[in-house]
């Protein structure tokens, strides 16, 4: 009864040579009537763009279905980033979703000794030859008697007695430079740049050691889901999620790609870029299903199945922008040309000059 009476309010308020105009209103409806024009342009561009807005709305419910109908009929890994080593899920048609095994803990354990030691360049930074400015000893005070139990317990973690002794320089390392600057009461770039010269090979290793450990972790488990598949690899769908960052030579996403081989690289096994590190298992879901659905879609309209993997005004937006740059006196400057499904890897491709890995650094 309440929505009819408001409704039929803001009707007779609409009216513009009607009920409305035909009486006077009363002196309560002063501040919310009158009369309002819209150009007939206005609403027409309104009207078009809510076609947009509509199909984005549809888009969303036939987005649940269509998940369903792939989950129903595909195998689908999802591999994503996390602090612990990364997470991979199997869904599997008619079971519930598998969570693998965790990397072992002592790749964290080895990530937080160095993270710790990148975290005192975070302190100090700001700070580097001001004298004048002592706000950052309370952080480093702080720090230090973190970095002290970590150093008085590391006998106990669950590590290796090489790896140990080389993250117990690490850890050393660090405090006898924070001891440094407390004491002088200044930190200066010379001390900070032999800090990180002396702290970089033992970080060095401590990265080597966590990626044998990740990568070993991860091939085990795929290897084990694919047995477990049998044939119904071939028809499995795989995703992993990156931020910039961890783009190029992505772990997980390269991992995965040794069990999926070269043809299924951005047809079944898909790299989704994201702006943090995290993303949820249903966000990847989403992400999934919409390049899939839109792949039928592309076919439909244009008879090609990977079309929708691109953007779909991009080709034209390139010959836009070569027309474009001629008028200007410019050379464009674009990338070559791919086929739609390309199966070349998501990433950076193509070799150059200079240091690409930390050994090239040495």
């Not at 519930?96 to 990530?111: E, H, I, M, N």
């Not at 937080?112 to 975070?122: D, N, R």
Request: charge should be neutral; aromatic fraction near 10%; glycine fraction near 8%.
């Amino acid at each position: 009864m309440k929505t009819r009476f408001g409704t039929a309010i803001a009707a007779a308020l609409m009216l513009g040579g009607s009920a409305a105009t035909a009486q006077t209103l009363p002196d309560y409806m002063a501040p919310i009537s009158g009369k309002t024009n819209a150009a007939p342009g206005d609403v027409a561009t309104k009207d078009v763009l809510a076609l947009n807005t509509a199909m984005f709305e549809l888009y969303g419910d036939a987005a649940k279905v269509f998940q369903k109908n792939i989950l129903d009929k595909h195998p689908v890994i999802l591999g994503l980033f996390s602090g612990a080593g990364g997470r991979l899920i199997l869904y599997r048609p008619g079971q519930p979703p598998l969570d693998a095994p965790q990397v072992p803990v002592v790749y964290q354990l080895l990530k937080s000794i160095g993270h710790s030691t990148m975290a005192l360049a975070e302190v100090v930074g700001p700070y580097v030859d001001n004298p004048d400015n002592k706000s950052w000893r309370g952080a480093m005070l702080a720090f230090r008697s973190r970095m002290q139990s970590a150093l008085d317990s590391l006998d106990a973690t669950p590590m290796q007695a090489d790896w140990r002794d080389n993250n117990r320089t690490i850890l050393k390392n660090n405090i006898a430079f924070m001891d440094e600057c407390l004491a002088g009461g200044v930190i200066p770039f010379a001390k900070l740049e032999a800090f990180g010269k002396r702290q970089a090979p033992f970080l060095a290793r401590n990265v080597a050691w966590a990626a044998q450990t990740q990568v070993a972790h991860w091939m085990g488990v795929l290897a084990d889901w694919k047995a477990q598949l049998g044939p119904d690899w071939e028809k499995t769908y795989a995703a992993s999620n990156t931020i910039y960052v961890a783009r190029q030579n992505n772990v997980i996403f390269s991992v995965l790609a040794q069990f999926f081989g070269a043809d299924a690289i951005n047809t079944r096994l898909l790299l989704i870029e994201t702006v943090s590190f995290t993303t949820t298992p249903s966000d990847m879901l989403e992400s999934l299903t919409r390049i899939i659905a839109d792949r039928s879609v592309g076919a439909l309209f244009f008879g090609n199945y990977h079309l929708m993997d691109y953007e779909l005004m991009g080709g034209d937006a390139r010959a836009a922008i070569i027309a474009e740059t001629a008028k200007r006196g410019m050379t464009p400057f674009l990338p070559p040309l791919v086929p739609f499904g390309s199966k070349q890897w998501p990433t950076l491709v193509t070799p150059g000059p200079g240091p690409a890995t930390i050994a090239d650094l040495k």
